[in-house]
Structures are given as structure tokens and as C-alpha cells.
């Protein structure tokens, strides 16, 4: 079984910042790509960021400047320190990675969220 357990959400005011981590565990023998997503009310999950195990980064276009994705592959960590944030980030963040598991090949797995909300 692998779990991925985000933590760091919450409720900040418009300009404040947070840090987020997600940690995998359970029967992993290497971790691609690692990355968070987001889905707000209503709308569908879009991506945020994502950083593969060598270290090359995407943003998607609406937090561009403003957030940082960053990983420690020796504690199959990756974190995401939001800075600058708006009302529009609000929203609950899921951790996403690309896990190889011994015997059953490469997946995709999730976490179960984490909420941010930006509020005054």
C-alpha cells in the first residue's frame, strides 16, 4: 500500500503565505514526478505544480512567480510554499505522484486534500 499524507493547509488572510508538504509511504521503490493540484468549488482540478525526481519544475500560468514546488527525494517529501496569496487560490490542494511499487509497476496516486483558504 502506498499512502500520500498532505499537511500545512489553512486559513490565511490575501497577501500571506503557507507551506504545504505531502509525504509518501508504504511500499515504494522509486517516485517520479511529484506535484499538487487543486479544485475549487465548482470548478474542475487544474494543476499547480509539479517537479520531477532530477528537479525540472511546471507551474501552471495562475501561480507562476508566486508559488514554489520543491521536493526531498530521500524523504519522499514534496512541498509547495505558496506566497503572495489570493482569494482565487481557495481551494482544497491535493498531493499527486507517479510511484513505482515493487511487483505492480508504475501509478498514479493521491492524497485525500488538504484545504486553503484565502480570506480577509
Known amino acids: 500500500q502506498v499512502q500520500l499524507v498532505e499537511s500545512g493547509g489553512g486559513l490565511v488572510q490575501p497577501g500571506g503565505s503557507l507551506r504545504l508538504s505531502c509525504a509518501a509511504s508504504?511500499?515504494?521503490?522509486?517516485?517520479?514526478?511529484m506535484g499538487w493540484y487543486r479544485q475549487a468549488p465548482g470548478k474542475q482540478r487544474e494543476l499547480v505544480a509539479a517537479?520531477?525526481?532530477?528537479?525540472?519544475?511546471n507551474y501552471g500560468d495562475s501561480v507562476k512567480g508566486r508559488f514554489t514546488i520543491s521536493r526531498d527525494n530521500a524523504k519522499n517529501t514534496v512541498f509547495l510554499q505558496m506566497n503572495s496569496l489570493k482569494p482565487e487560490d481557495t481551494a482544497v490542494y491535493y498531493c499527486?505522484?507517479?510511484?513505482?511499487?515493487?511487483?505492480?509497476?508504475?501509478?498514479?496516486?493521491w492524497g485525500l486534500g488538504t484545504q486553503v483558504t484565502v480570506s480577509s
Open positions: 517537479i520531477t525526481s532530477g528537479g525540472s519544475t
Open positions: 499527486n505522484a507517479n510511484i513505482i511499487v515493487p511487483g505492480r509497476g508504475m501509478g498514479d496516486y
Open positions: 508504504g511500499s515504494i521503490f522509486s517516485i517520479y514526478a
